[in-house]
T-cell receptor, first 116, second 111 residues
Framework: EAGVTQFPSHSVIEKGQTVTLRCDPISGHDNLYWYRRVMGKEIKFLLHFVKESKQDESGMPNNRFLAERTGGTYSTLKVQPAELEDSGVYFC??????????????FGPGTRLTVL | GQQLNQSPQSMFIQEGEDVSMNCTSSSIFNTWLWYKQDPGEGPVLLIALYKAGELTSNGRLTAQFGITRKDSFLNISASIPSDVGIYFCAGPQGNTGKLIFGQGTTLQVKP
């Protein structure tokens, strides 16, 4: 079974440009999460989709970030316009429909974003 | 919001040594998780703890869920070079499943 995949693995852009990150979750996983780790700090939650609906977007830094999950399959995270502080590693994770004390989240390899 | 304080920040040890790292919180967690991130990969779940006082092992790894539900530790015995990576503690916040992570402990093992 394929794991969570993310594209691209690396992206280097200039301040003010737009970047779109893509995440393909494990097939059948309704839950999709976006997280970000900035320069040696903790991994921080950005938002959570259940199928195509945004369940929780409390971690989104500001309105320059737009996440979509059309059709409840893959998700995109667009940053427009990018700022220097947006640099970091963006992780996507997915988990199956709710059940049990904790649904394990399976993480993708991340996209390393560098804004110059 | 809830925060997890993880220590130490980094460790550099000799192969064969035991390692211990811990995580504390100012608020209660009902589940404690320990993840490992290998270079170039995403975090992978090592151990999940669900009950206060629970002690769980996974091979050379042992983790405990503190009695107060505000702390957890992870021990690695007889370290080997492939133990190198970043170890994160984490806990779910609320009912949506979103995870709160510690800052991570970077482990380096000298052969």
């Amino acid at each position: 079974e394929a794991g969570v995949t993310q594209f691209p693995s690396h992206s280097v852009i200039e301040k003010g440009q737009t970047v779109t990150l893509r995440c393909d979750p494990i097939s059948g996983h309704d839950n999709l999460y976006w997280y970000r780790r900035v320069m040696g700090k903790e991994i921080k939650f950005l938002l959570h989709f259940v199928k195509e609906s945004k369940q929780d977007e409390s971690g989104m830094p500001n309105n320059r970030f737009l996440a979509e999950r059309t059709g409840g399959t893959y998700s995109t995270l667009k940053v427009q316009p990018a700022e220097l502080e947006d640099s970091g590693v963006y992780f996507c994770a997915s988990s199956p429909p709710s059940g049990g004390p904790y649904n394990e989240q399976f993480f993708g390899p991340g996209t390393r974003l560098t804004v110059l | 919001g809830q925060q997890l304080n993880q220590s130490p920040q980094s460790m550099f040890i000799q192969e064969g040594e035991d390692v211990s790292m811990n995580c504390t919180s100012s608020s209660i967690f009902n589940t404690w998780l320990w993840y490992k991130q290998d270079p170039g990969e995403g975090p992978v779940l090592l151990i999940a703890l669900y009950k206060a006082g629970e002690l769980t092992s996974n091979g050379r790894l042992t983790a405990q869920f503190g009695i107060t539900r505000k702390d957890s530790f992870l021990n690695i015995s007889a370290s080997i070079p492939s133990d190198v990576g970043i170890y994160f503690c984490a806990g779910p916040q609320g009912n949506t499943g979103k995870l709160i992570f510690g800052q991570g402990t970077t482990l380096q093992v000298k052969p």
